[in-house]
């Protein structure tokens, strides 16, 4: 499965955000995708999760109310709109998909929030 992220950048505190992660070609063996994020020094973690079908999300507690994660499956595409960015937000965020218990990866895009 290949994923083909954009989006990210450099915004200051309180500045809205979109990435987009775009799975082209067959995704029919696709079950979930999201973005996971990784700080320098920490640990990676989970921001936000979508299924298939668009039905059922997960977000991060650091990011809930700020964050939406939504799919436009006719493009095979999910995006992840932030909002109410703040600097402990900075991270690289890579986005995945989860295919028959395995993990694919993006190539990651940094987004780095100023004070």
């Known amino acids: 499965v290949q994923l083909v992220e954009s989006g990210g950048g450099l915004v200051q505190a309180g500045d809205s955000l979109r990435l987009s992660c775009e799975a082209p070609g067959s995704t029919f063996s696709i079950n979930a995708m999201g973005w996971y994020r990784q700080a320098p020094g920490k640990q990676r973690e989970l921001v936000a999760a979508i299924t298939r079908g668009g039905g059922t999300t997960k977000y991060g507690d650091s990011v809930k109310g700020r964050f939406t994660i939504f799919r436009d499956n006719a493009k095979n595409t999910i995006y992840l709109q932030m909002n109410s960015l703040k600097p402990e937000d900075t991270a690289v965020y890579y986005c995945?998909?989860?295919?028959?218990?395995?993990?694919?990866w993006g190539q990651g895009t940094q987004v780095t929030v100023s004070s």
């Open positions: 995945y998909a989860e295919a028959f218990g395995l993990f694919h």
